[in-house]
């Protein structure tokens, strides 16, 4: 019974199992949090890109996303990429019954990381690669 009651600690080795799950398990939620950075600014440029479709259906009139190096716009709305952050400068014009006239790819960089939004010629459809 004096036994038992002496073993109520943790063994090293349990400590540093422990420990090194904890580590791998963050390192993983760091790289995948860097990702989703570039992944969220990106679906939210396309929301800015479907709106501006929109737009211009519903008003018949021609509306333009602009795309720079630090920022993307359209009409009054400015979405600021983050600080390590840059795209393509182009712009994506739709006109009054939504359609573009020109297939483009825009692109934004973060580090070594690559996201497009590539634009379908004619329907004005966007995906993202």
Do not use: H, W
Request: aromatic fraction near 6%.
């Amino acid at each position: 019974m004096d036994k038992l009651k002496l073993n109520k600690g943790f063994t090293l080795i349990e400590m540093i199992f422990v420990l090194s799950l904890m580590s791998i398990m963050m390192l993983l939620f760091v790289s995948t949090q860097s990702v989703s950075l570039l992944n969220t600014t990106m679906l939210r440029s396309k929301e800015l890109i479907l709106q501006a479709q929109l737009t211009a259906i519903e008003t018949r009139q021609r509306q333009t996303v602009i795309f720079t190096l630090n920022t993307i716009e359209f009409d009054s709305e400015t979405l600021l990429l983050p600080s390590n952050m840059v795209c393509d400068n182009k712009r994506i014009t739709f006109n009054a019954m939504g359609n573009i006239n020109q297939a483009q790819r825009v692109c934004c960089y973060e580090g070594s990381r690559t996201k497009c939004l590539v634009f379908q010629l004619g329907s004005g459809r966007c995906s993202l690669e």
